[in-house]
């Protein structure tokens, strides 16, 4: 599963313009350097829902996330740590975290679904709105790439 999503996102050799490309031209046209962060918070978290693993969503999103980071000179840094934080904020829904509290207690997943879905409305405008406001505390600063 995880590699299909990963195919479609990046395309193949024989594929010239991935679905990548235009993702990054979408966060480009849709944000700007102030709203960048938020798109990105919501993006982690929505595509977190359906690939759980931070690792693996890294691998796919961070080529465009990062193109387009670049574009709107947005603090790479803070685009890195912004995806990590509300990367983790569907993991509140998602009872893989829960599978040992199950069978230790004896519950099923639904009786603690609902707790953990009050604390994602909870956390999730606080969330982003310290990531929208951390995001602004740094300037952005080039890459360099070694010769």
Do not use: C
Not at 70 to 86: C, D, F, K, R, T
């Amino acid at each position: 599963f995880y590699a299909g999503i990963f195919g479609m996102i990046t395309g193949t050799a024989s594929d010239p313009s991935p679905i990548s490309q235009w993702l990054a031209g979408l966060f480009v046209r849709v944000a700007d350097a102030n709203g960048y962060p938020i798109l990105v918070s919501i993006y982690s978290a929505v595509l977190g829902l359906f690939v759980p693993s931070g690792g693996s969503k890294w691998v796919i999103e961070a080529p465009y996330l990062l193109q387009a980071a670049n574009a709107l000179q947005v603090n790479l840094g803070w685009v890195v740590q912004i995806y990590n934080a509300a990367e983790a904020l569907p993991n509140l829904i998602n009872p893989f975290w829960m599978l040992p509290l199950l069978g230790l207690l004896g519950v099923r997943a639904r009786d603690l679904v609902g707790y953990a879905a009050v604390q994602l409305l909870v956390h999730l405008p606080v969330v982003l709105f310290l990531m929208w406001l951390f995001a602004r505390t740094l300037a952005y600063v080039a890459p360099v790439v070694p010769p």
